[in-house]
């Protein structure tokens, strides 16, 4: 299981910032150390654990890239038409063992054989034919339209290199170099709930002061799509004792423990109480809008992450916060978020200090990316997100935004591909 130093997380600062936090976590998490093999048919978006080197060339011989006819170059004149005997055909999967001598041409079809001799190929729709022959025009390169073993990759080079999150070209690539299995590091394991007195599952009834909990919805579903191994463990309700033993039992066999609410500093957020029983819990206020408040710690050798209650701030902060952190654990590379120019067509005041992130709709006018700011801010207005198509990012040192500035933006798209 990876494992925590148990004071890498420490920060006694007023507020911690983004980079650092994610430094943090990427320095300080150990990477889960089991491999296993898995079926190519089964290892989409499973991190390769070791360098994968290609054990033969792609291609792995001289073929055709069109259909036409296959020629010696040095038969063609260089001006006006050259008629050459046609002898044979080849096609993809067979091979066409004499070879061309001078004066002749092969009929050849896409991804079949260069036959010996031959080093060019004619695209048929730019030849002519009788029964027995084929003319060619002049001007063609040597080389034109064939492809030669190795130039995709060559046996020995490196194919995909350790710690990358398998994508369906990836796979692509390992079956046509002939691989059935991959070694791959195991899933990251990490036990899910939610906290309150308040929170009731979808599907029940609902009491005038409570709320369907929508978190862990999301949260599993954020996993699931980065392929993590999510354990379900449900609505603990505000109880110091039950939060310690279910946080106790969860450390024993996961890799990240994940909560949301409890994590502030109210007298009825037992959160933190139940964690400093069994391990450390050093509270973060991170320089972020929405979710300042969000918990990291260590029990008994597994991470511990707890987030905000507002379902917002559980999507931002587990932007940056879980998915960094499941990514070093699980051995991936972390690659930064993808950000896109764009030009506000809002009015916006922030407090210097801190990283604010909008929701926002993009729309293209005459090619340039325009983001409207949805009009709800609230960090539990879960329809801000699904009306909208991605986030704005506002630096720190932002304090304005005023219409026709350049700002980042994120679309919810390229946010956990």
């Not at 499973?46 to 054990?55: F, G, I, W, Y």
């Not at 091979?95 to 004619?122: H, K, S, V, W």
């Not at 034109?144 to 070209?169: C, F, K, S, V, Y």
Request: hydrophobic residues 45%.
């Amino acid at each position: 299981m990876a494992q925590l130093s148990d004071d890498c997380f420490a920060f006694n600062g007023p507020l911690l910032p983004i980079e650092k936090a994610e430094r943090m976590m990427t320095e300080q998490v150990d990477v889960v150390s089991e491999c296993e093999n898995v079926r190519l048919a089964d290892a989409m978006g499973r991190v390769l654990a070791a360098d994968l080197l290609a054990p033969i060339s792609l291609p792995a011989f001289d073929n055709s890239a069109v259909d036409g006819y296959a020629v010696r170059h040095a038969d063609i004149a260089t001006s006006g038409e050259t008629r050459l005997s046609i002898v044979g055909r080849v096609t993809a999967g067979a091979e066409y063992a004499a070879g061309l001598r001078a004066g002749e041409a092969l009929r050849i079809f896409t991804g079949a054989p260069m036959p010996q001799g031959a080093d060019t190929i004619y695209m048929q729709e730019d030849c002519s034919c009788d029964d027995t022959s084929v003319y060619v025009p002049a001007g063609l390169k040597r080389g034109a339209n064939r492809r030669l073993a190795g130039e995709d990759i060559a046996a020995g080079d490196l194919a995909i290199t350790a710690g990358q999150r398998l994508t369906p070209a990836h796979i692509a690539l390992a079956a046509a170099i002939g691989l059935d299995h991959l070694g791959v590091r195991r899933r990251v394991r990490v036990a899910l709930f939610s906290t309150g007195d308040e929170i009731v599952e979808p599907g029940q009834p609902l009491s005038p002061a409570a709320l369907y909990d929508s978190n862990r919805y999301l949260l599993r579903s954020l996993l699931e799509r980065m392929g993590i191994e999510v354990n379900d463990l449900g609505i603990l309700k505000d109880d110091p004792s039950a939060l310690a033993d279910a946080l106790d039992k969860a450390a024993a066999n996961h890799d990240l423990i994940l909560t949301t609410g409890g994590v502030s500093t109210g007298e009825a957020d037992h959160v933190r109480t139940a964690v400093e029983r069994l391990g450390r819990l050093v509270f973060w206020r991170l320089a972020i809008k929405p979710g300042r408040p969000v918990a990291m710690g260590v029990i008994r050798g597994a991470a511990f992450t707890g987030l905000p209650g507002n379902p917002v701030a559980v999507f931002v902060t587990f932007i940056h916060v879980v998915r960094p952190l499941v990514l070093r654990l699980a051995g991936a590379k972390i690659e930064p978020l993808a950000r896109f120019p764009a030009r506000a067509t809002f009015h916006y005041k922030k407090k210097s200090g801190r990283r604010e992130y909008l929701r926002v709709t993009a729309r293209f006018v005459n090619g340039i990316a325009e983001v409207d700011n949805y009009p709800v801010e609230g960090a539990g207005v879960l329809t801000s997100i699904t009306r909208t198509t991605g986030l704005v990012e506002l630096l720190d040192d932002v304090t304005q935004i005023e219409p026709g500035t350049n700002v980042d933006y994120l679309p919810y798209s390229s946010l956990f591909g």
